[in-house]
């Protein structure tokens, strides 16, 4: 196929495309009807060897939405995996299928091995503690919806920064806009990983990391809550030790401006507390009709579809 592309990492996209995907994903919440005819005949196939379901469910969503149709696995156990077969084969032969696949694996790299014997677009739906590039342009999308822009200002990222990959894609991507300030809210287990503190240091972007997040949180204009990733962990002992460590509640969030918002990837476990959802600066939920869009804008761009 000409002008074959995938999306792997967050920064494939310059600026500019990213400006361009938003755009779009603008005009289908505006006008989602007239966009429910564009993948007609068009086939997605989603290839999940970890769980999920906001992840994929929303990529089938989006696909429906479009017109066009879904097919794939949620569940390694139900695929040729089990059998032994390598991603490199499985999407030889899922190329003969389907349009588009979006693909997510516990294995970092999977999905680019995946892409470099594709033939159709291979969109990494999260790969490991790596990176996870659709949530990231979900939460660009909210950002710049919310608050109308995607530069200036202030956000805390809190919880688990150290195998979060929504944090790892997220942060990478913000590199690139101007007047962001990172706080990083996480105990010292959960740091963010050293290569991105060292890339935010090579490019002179500001950052901080602390452990309590009373102290940071007047400042922020977003605060970016993540769940303990308790399947990353070696040992149940740690997880335990630190689940209960960060609970956003009413209290906690009386110290936040009167307009910070409150993201998170989801899923929630109990970093948030329910009481919290009816709070105007509870974003999260939104976060995920912005995904659908966004998603839906990303399946028209990488098949080439005006
Ligand atoms: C995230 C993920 O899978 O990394 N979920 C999602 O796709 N929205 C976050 C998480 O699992 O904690």
Do not use: W
């Not at 822009?149 to 997220?170: E, M, P």
């Not at 997880?239 to 009413?250: A, E, H, V």
């Amino acid at each position: 196929m000409e002008n074959l592309r995938h999306l792997m990492n967050p920064l494939d996209f310059s600026v500019e495309e990213l400006e361009d995907l938003f755009d779009l994903a603008g005009e289908i919440e505006r006008d989602m009807e007239g966009f429910s005819h564009k993948c007609d005949g068009k086939i997605l196939a989603t290839c999940f060897y970890e769980p999920s379901t906001r992840t994929r469910l929303s990529f089938e969503t989006a696909m429906l939405r479009l017109g066009g149709k879904c097919l794939g696995f949620a569940d390694a156990t139900s695929s040729s995996a089990a059998k032994g077969e390598s991603v490199a084969d499985t999407i030889r032969v899922i190329s003969c299928f389907a349009d588009i696949c979006a693909m997510r694996h516990p294995k970092e790299g999977a999905p680019m091995v995946a892409a470099s014997r594709a033939t159709i677009p291979v969109i990494n739906a999260g790969d490991g503690g790596h990176q996870h590039p659709t949530q990231t342009l979900t939460d660009l999308l909210t950002i710049r919806s919310l608050y109308g822009k995607l530069s200036n200002f202030t956000i805390g990222l809190c919880g688990d920064l150290k195998f979060g990959r929504t944090v790892h894609s997220l942060i990478n991507a913000l590199s690139r806009y101007e007047g962001i300030r990172f706080i990083f809210i996480s105990p010292k287990e959960l740091r963010v990983p050293d290569y991105i503190t060292e890339m935010l240091r090579q490019k002179n972007i500001p950052y901080e990391e602390v452990i309590k997040l009373e102290e940071i949180m007047p400042q922020l204009d977003f605060l970016y809550m993540t769940r303990v990733q308790k399947e990353r962990f070696f040992n149940e002992e740690d997880y335990i030790r630190l689940r209960n460590f960060y609970i956003l509640d009413k209290e906690k969030m009386a110290l936040a401006k009167e307009k910070m918002f409150i993201l998170h990837p989801l899923p929630r476990v109990n970093e948030i507390s329910v009481e919290l959802d009816d709070d105007p600066r509870a974003a999260y939920f939104r976060q995920v009709q912005y995904g659908l869009y966004v998603r839906m804008a990303l399946i028209l761009t990488l098949l080439h579809i005006q």
